[in-house]
């Protein structure tokens, strides 16, 4: 599983990285390996089944309501600028 883990982080830093996102640095949230920019984190991996993203609530809205088998909240999340979402 932890194999699984550092894939998909490998994976999210690239595409960071294709998308040319300055100021990218890999750290941790919560004890998850996570990609932060200015100290604030904008992904992290979970699990091998969850990956959490900020994003506006809007925009969270949006995509549970586009695709809520790839994206979820708990109740934990409701109100806060968290997603959650399964790896391809």
């Known amino acids: 599983m932890a194999g699984d883990v550092d894939a998909i982080f490998e994976r999210l830093k690239r595409l960071a990285a294709e998308a040319g996102l300055p100021d990218v ?22 699990n091998a089944e969850t990956i959490v993203i900020s994003i506006s609530l809007d925009d969270k809205d949006h995509l549970l309501e586009m695709a809520p088998d790839v994206y979820f909240q708990t109740d934990h999340y409701v109100g806060w600028r968290i997603c959650r979402c399964a790896p391809p």
Not at 26 to 41: D, F, I, P, Q, W
Request: hydrophobic letters at 30%.
């Open 25 to 46: 640095e890999e750290s941790t949230s919560y004890g998850n390996r996570a990609l932060k920019v200015g100290g604030k984190s904008f992904v992290a991996v979970k």
